[in-house]
Protein backbone atom coordinates (compact mmCIF):
# COMPACT_ATOMS: atom_id res chain seq x y z
CA UNK A 1 0.00 0.00 0.00
CA UNK A 2 1.25 3.84 -1.12
CA UNK A 3 1.22 6.22 2.06
CA UNK A 4 1.17 10.00 1.23
CA UNK A 5 3.47 11.13 4.22
CA UNK A 6 3.42 14.41 5.42
CA UNK A 7 5.36 15.10 8.49
CA UNK A 8 1.62 16.56 10.02
CA UNK A 9 0.18 13.32 9.77
CA UNK A 10 -0.77 11.90 13.03
CA UNK A 11 1.37 9.21 13.35
CA UNK A 12 2.93 7.60 16.24
CA UNK A 13 5.50 10.49 16.92
CA UNK A 14 8.70 11.35 19.13
CA UNK A 15 8.60 12.15 22.35
CA UNK A 16 11.12 13.85 23.95
CA UNK A 17 14.62 15.04 22.33
CA UNK A 18 17.06 12.27 21.96
CA UNK A 19 13.81 9.85 21.48
CA UNK A 20 12.93 11.64 18.41
CA UNK A 21 11.69 9.62 15.47
CA UNK A 22 13.00 9.65 11.86
CA UNK A 23 10.65 9.27 9.19
CA UNK A 24 11.95 6.65 6.31
CA UNK A 25 10.48 5.85 3.03
CA UNK A 26 11.35 2.69 1.23
CA UNK A 27 12.02 3.94 -2.23
CA UNK A 28 11.19 0.86 -3.64
CA UNK A 29 7.52 0.39 -2.41
CA UNK A 30 6.96 3.77 -1.21
CA UNK A 31 5.54 2.69 2.15
CA UNK A 32 6.58 5.03 5.31
CA UNK A 33 8.01 3.41 8.28
CA UNK A 34 9.51 5.57 11.57
CA UNK A 35 12.60 3.99 13.75
CA UNK A 36 13.58 5.45 16.82
CA UNK A 37 16.87 6.57 17.90
CA UNK A 38 17.81 3.43 19.72
CA UNK A 39 17.22 2.06 16.19
CA UNK A 40 14.15 -0.39 16.87
CA UNK A 41 11.90 0.13 13.88
CA UNK A 42 8.42 0.83 14.34
CA UNK A 43 6.11 0.32 11.96
CA UNK A 44 3.81 3.33 11.08
CA UNK A 45 0.35 3.29 10.57
CA UNK A 46 -0.30 1.97 7.22
CA UNK A 47 2.94 0.11 7.17
CA UNK A 48 5.16 -2.34 8.73
CA UNK A 49 9.23 -2.91 8.78
CA UNK A 50 11.33 -5.48 7.04
CA UNK A 51 14.44 -6.17 5.55
CA UNK A 52 13.61 -4.66 2.35
CA UNK A 53 12.50 -0.96 4.14
CA UNK A 54 15.96 -0.82 5.74
CA UNK A 55 17.73 -1.77 2.35
CA UNK A 56 15.89 0.62 0.76
CA UNK A 57 15.14 3.19 3.26
CA UNK A 58 15.72 7.06 2.20
CA UNK A 59 15.21 9.78 5.17
CA UNK A 60 12.06 12.09 5.05
CA UNK A 61 11.90 13.60 8.28
CA UNK A 62 13.39 14.04 11.57
CA UNK A 63 13.04 15.36 15.13
CA UNK A 64 16.24 15.08 16.07
CA UNK A 65 18.53 17.34 17.97
CA UNK A 66 20.88 18.84 20.88
CA UNK A 67 21.95 21.38 22.19
CA UNK A 68 25.10 23.11 20.58
CA UNK A 69 25.05 21.32 17.74
CA UNK A 70 27.56 22.48 15.25
CA UNK A 71 27.88 24.13 13.38
CA UNK A 72 28.92 27.10 13.98
CA UNK A 73 31.39 25.40 16.55
CA UNK A 74 31.33 28.00 18.73
CA UNK A 75 27.92 29.08 19.72
CA UNK A 76 29.24 32.67 21.99
CA UNK A 77 31.58 33.64 18.80
CA UNK A 78 28.28 33.31 16.64
CA UNK A 79 25.68 35.73 18.67
CA UNK A 80 29.21 38.57 19.53
CA UNK A 81 29.57 38.19 15.56
CA UNK A 82 25.48 38.76 15.30
CA UNK A 83 25.74 41.52 17.72
CA UNK A 84 28.39 43.39 16.11
CA UNK A 85 26.49 43.12 12.93
CA UNK A 86 23.16 44.76 14.91
CA UNK A 87 25.06 47.26 17.33
CA UNK A 88 23.08 50.13 16.38
CA UNK A 89 20.13 48.17 15.19
CA UNK A 90 16.81 47.87 17.01
CA UNK A 91 14.61 46.00 17.29
CA UNK A 92 16.18 43.03 15.74
CA UNK A 93 14.09 40.16 15.21
CA UNK A 94 15.28 36.27 15.80
CA UNK A 95 13.02 33.66 13.73
CA UNK A 96 14.20 30.20 13.79
CA UNK A 97 12.49 27.68 11.94
CA UNK A 98 12.61 23.51 12.33
CA UNK A 99 12.97 24.36 16.12
CA UNK A 100 12.40 20.76 16.93
CA UNK A 101 11.72 20.25 20.68
CA UNK A 102 13.23 23.40 21.39
CA UNK A 103 16.72 22.60 22.06
CA UNK A 104 18.70 24.67 19.87
CA UNK A 105 15.90 27.46 20.55
CA UNK A 106 17.56 27.59 23.80
CA UNK A 107 21.05 27.09 23.23
CA UNK A 108 20.56 30.17 21.29
CA UNK A 109 19.09 32.36 24.05
CA UNK A 110 21.72 30.77 26.50
CA UNK A 111 24.68 31.77 24.07
CA UNK A 112 22.72 35.18 23.86
CA UNK A 113 22.92 35.69 27.98
CA UNK A 114 26.32 34.39 28.21
CA UNK A 115 27.70 36.29 25.53
CA UNK A 116 26.23 39.85 25.33
CA UNK A 117 24.34 39.70 29.20
CA UNK A 118 22.22 43.00 29.03
CA UNK A 119 22.51 44.03 25.51
CA UNK A 120 21.00 40.29 24.70
CA UNK A 121 17.22 41.96 26.03
CA UNK A 122 16.41 43.22 22.17
CA UNK A 123 16.80 39.89 20.69
CA UNK A 124 13.75 38.02 22.29
CA UNK A 125 11.76 37.00 22.28
CA UNK A 126 13.06 34.93 19.61
CA UNK A 127 9.28 33.68 17.02
CA UNK A 128 10.54 29.38 17.22
CA UNK A 129 8.40 27.48 14.16
CA UNK A 130 8.35 23.82 13.12
CA UNK A 131 6.72 22.09 10.69
CA UNK A 132 5.59 19.38 13.28
CA UNK A 133 2.74 19.96 14.92
CA UNK A 134 3.44 17.23 18.06
CA UNK A 135 6.96 18.88 17.87
CA UNK A 136 5.81 22.20 18.50
CA UNK A 137 2.84 20.73 21.70
CA UNK A 138 6.33 19.56 22.99
CA UNK A 139 8.60 22.72 22.84
CA UNK A 140 5.37 24.19 24.38
CA UNK A 141 5.88 22.18 27.53
CA UNK A 142 9.03 23.69 28.10
CA UNK A 143 10.67 20.59 28.99
CA UNK A 144 13.19 18.87 27.71
CA UNK A 145 15.06 15.65 27.32
CA UNK A 146 18.99 15.64 27.94
CA UNK A 147 21.26 13.42 27.70
CA UNK A 148 24.71 13.59 29.31
CA UNK A 149 26.38 15.10 26.59
CA UNK A 150 23.84 17.63 26.59
CA UNK A 151 24.16 18.45 29.99
CA UNK A 152 28.02 18.54 29.72
CA UNK A 153 28.22 21.05 26.19
CA UNK A 154 25.05 23.30 28.35
CA UNK A 155 27.86 23.46 31.38
CA UNK A 156 30.35 23.89 29.01
CA UNK A 157 29.09 26.52 27.02
CA UNK A 158 27.61 28.80 29.93
CA UNK A 159 30.04 27.86 32.73
CA UNK A 160 28.80 25.14 34.53
CA UNK A 161 25.32 26.71 34.18
CA UNK A 162 22.87 23.80 33.87
CA UNK A 163 21.41 24.07 36.86
CA UNK A 164 21.18 28.14 36.30
CA UNK A 165 19.19 27.35 33.04
CA UNK A 166 17.03 23.98 33.73
CA UNK A 167 15.77 21.57 36.59
CA UNK A 168 15.40 17.76 35.94
CA UNK A 169 12.37 16.25 37.17
CA UNK A 170 12.52 12.70 35.86
CA UNK A 171 15.29 10.74 35.00
CA UNK A 172 13.83 8.33 31.63
CA UNK A 173 17.14 6.54 30.65
CA UNK A 174 20.44 5.89 32.89
CA UNK A 175 21.58 8.39 30.94
CA UNK A 176 19.03 10.78 30.33
CA UNK A 177 16.67 13.57 32.31
CA UNK A 178 13.70 15.07 31.33
CA UNK A 179 14.30 18.79 32.27
CA UNK A 180 12.03 21.95 32.35
CA UNK A 181 13.55 25.26 31.74
CA UNK A 182 14.14 27.40 34.15
CA UNK A 183 11.99 31.14 34.30
CA UNK A 184 14.84 32.61 32.85
CA UNK A 185 14.44 30.82 29.57
CA UNK A 186 10.74 30.36 29.28
CA UNK A 187 8.85 33.85 28.06
CA UNK A 188 12.15 34.64 25.71
CA UNK A 189 10.60 32.14 23.00
CA UNK A 190 7.38 31.89 21.20
CA UNK A 191 6.94 28.21 19.69
CA UNK A 192 4.00 27.96 16.29
CA UNK A 193 3.48 25.54 13.42
CA UNK A 194 4.46 26.61 10.04
CA UNK A 195 6.87 25.56 7.53
CA UNK A 196 9.78 27.56 6.62
CA UNK A 197 8.49 28.01 3.58
CA UNK A 198 5.11 29.52 4.72
CA UNK A 199 6.62 31.12 7.76
CA UNK A 200 8.96 33.32 5.11
CA UNK A 201 6.22 35.77 4.80
CA UNK A 202 5.86 36.23 8.51
CA UNK A 203 9.15 38.30 8.84
CA UNK A 204 9.15 41.82 8.89
CA UNK A 205 11.37 44.29 6.94
CA UNK A 206 14.09 45.34 8.23
CA UNK A 207 16.95 43.27 10.84
CA UNK A 208 16.44 39.67 10.51
CA UNK A 209 18.40 36.55 11.61
CA UNK A 210 17.20 33.57 10.64
CA UNK A 211 18.42 30.19 11.76
CA UNK A 212 17.10 27.88 9.34
CA UNK A 213 19.20 24.85 10.52
CA UNK A 214 18.90 21.31 9.51
CA UNK A 215 16.14 20.44 7.62
CA UNK A 216 17.25 21.65 4.13
CA UNK A 217 17.71 17.82 3.16
CA UNK A 218 14.30 17.06 4.10
CA UNK A 219 12.34 19.59 1.64
CA UNK A 220 11.55 18.82 -1.95
CA UNK A 221 14.15 20.59 -4.43
CA UNK A 222 11.54 22.79 -5.70
CA UNK A 223 10.38 24.11 -2.18
CA UNK A 224 14.24 24.42 -1.38
CA UNK A 225 14.94 26.97 -4.81
CA UNK A 226 11.19 28.86 -3.44
CA UNK A 227 12.44 29.36 -0.35
CA UNK A 228 15.88 30.35 -1.38
CA UNK A 229 13.85 32.89 -4.35
CA UNK A 230 11.68 34.13 -1.25
CA UNK A 231 14.82 34.60 1.26
CA UNK A 232 16.63 37.28 -1.45
CA UNK A 233 13.28 38.93 -2.14
CA UNK A 234 12.98 39.82 1.61
CA UNK A 235 14.32 43.69 1.78
CA UNK A 236 16.32 44.77 4.90
CA UNK A 237 19.63 43.56 7.21
CA UNK A 238 18.84 40.15 6.53
CA UNK A 239 21.17 37.00 7.75
CA UNK A 240 20.81 33.25 8.05
CA UNK A 241 22.07 30.74 9.84
CA UNK A 242 22.46 27.02 8.39
CA UNK A 243 23.44 23.76 9.95
CA UNK A 244 25.93 21.30 9.41
CA UNK A 245 23.92 18.90 7.99
CA UNK A 246 22.69 21.45 5.25
CA UNK A 247 25.89 22.00 3.45
CA UNK A 248 27.03 20.14 0.63
CA UNK A 249 28.62 20.47 -2.61
CA UNK A 250 25.55 21.14 -3.94
CA UNK A 251 23.98 23.16 -1.48
CA UNK A 252 27.20 25.77 -1.43
CA UNK A 253 26.26 25.61 -5.66
CA UNK A 254 22.27 26.08 -5.09
CA UNK A 255 23.15 29.43 -2.45
CA UNK A 256 25.88 31.51 -4.62
CA UNK A 257 23.60 31.10 -7.77
CA UNK A 258 20.81 32.70 -5.62
CA UNK A 259 23.24 35.15 -4.62
CA UNK A 260 24.60 34.22 -0.48
CA UNK A 261 27.89 34.23 0.14
CA UNK A 262 29.18 32.45 3.69
CA UNK A 263 30.70 35.60 6.01
CA UNK A 264 30.96 33.63 9.11
CA UNK A 265 30.46 29.90 10.76
CA UNK A 266 27.11 29.20 8.76
CA UNK A 267 26.45 32.52 8.62
CA UNK A 268 24.97 33.51 4.89
CA UNK A 269 24.19 36.80 3.71
CA UNK A 270 23.04 38.14 0.14
CA UNK A 271 25.90 39.86 -1.36
CA UNK A 272 23.84 41.35 -4.65
CA UNK A 273 26.99 40.04 -6.89
CA UNK A 274 24.14 40.61 -9.62
CA UNK A 275 27.36 38.90 -12.21
CA UNK A 276 27.03 35.49 -10.68
CA UNK A 277 23.51 35.12 -9.99
CA UNK A 278 20.25 33.40 -11.68
CA UNK A 279 17.00 34.96 -12.25
CA UNK A 280 13.91 33.61 -10.13
CA UNK A 281 12.99 31.71 -13.30
CA UNK A 282 16.34 30.16 -13.88
CA UNK A 283 16.85 29.40 -9.77
CA UNK A 284 13.50 27.41 -10.72
CA UNK A 285 14.64 25.68 -13.64
CA UNK A 286 18.09 24.90 -11.98
CA UNK A 287 18.84 21.29 -11.88
CA UNK A 288 19.59 21.07 -8.18
CA UNK A 289 19.81 17.69 -6.48
CA UNK A 290 19.02 17.98 -2.52
CA UNK A 291 20.55 15.24 -0.46
CA UNK A 292 17.48 12.23 -0.18
CA UNK A 293 15.73 13.20 -3.93
CA UNK A 294 17.85 11.61 -6.65
C1 LIG B 1 16.75 17.30 12.19
S1 LIG B 1 15.66 18.36 13.07
C2 LIG B 1 16.75 19.74 13.37
C3 LIG B 1 16.34 20.53 14.56
C4 LIG B 1 17.27 21.71 14.90
N1 LIG B 1 17.09 22.80 13.95
C5 LIG B 1 18.71 21.29 14.95
O1 LIG B 1 19.48 21.72 14.09
O2 LIG B 1 19.09 20.52 15.83
C6 LIG B 1 14.64 19.03 11.74
C7 LIG B 1 13.36 19.71 12.22
O3 LIG B 1 12.87 20.50 11.15
C8 LIG B 1 11.48 20.29 11.02
N2 LIG B 1 11.17 20.52 9.59
C9 LIG B 1 11.30 19.68 8.55
N3 LIG B 1 10.97 20.29 7.41
C10 LIG B 1 10.64 21.57 7.74
C11 LIG B 1 10.20 22.71 7.00
N4 LIG B 1 10.02 22.65 5.67
N5 LIG B 1 9.93 23.84 7.67
C12 LIG B 1 10.10 23.92 9.02
N6 LIG B 1 10.50 22.88 9.77
C13 LIG B 1 10.76 21.72 9.14
C14 LIG B 1 11.25 18.87 11.48
O4 LIG B 1 9.91 18.67 11.90
C15 LIG B 1 12.26 18.73 12.60
O5 LIG B 1 11.73 19.05 13.85
Not at 29 to 49: A, G, H, L, V
Request: proline residues 3%; negative net charge; glycine residues 4%.
Amino acid sequence: MKVNFLPSQPYNKPSFGTNAKTYYRNTLTNECFSKDYYSSCIPCKDSCEDDTQKTHASIINSNATWFFRSKPYDWLELCKFLNSKYKNSEPVNIYQFGCSDGSETYTIIMSLLEALHKDSEKYFPIQAYDIDPDIIEKARSKQVCCNLSDISSIDNNTQQGFSKYFSTIAKVTPTSYIASANDILKDKAVFKVKSFLEGLDDIKTKNNIIFCRNFWPYMKDEEAKECFIKMRNLEGNNLFIFGDFDYDMNFRYLYTKCGFEEIFDGVLKKNNLQATMYSDDEIRKMDYHGYFHS
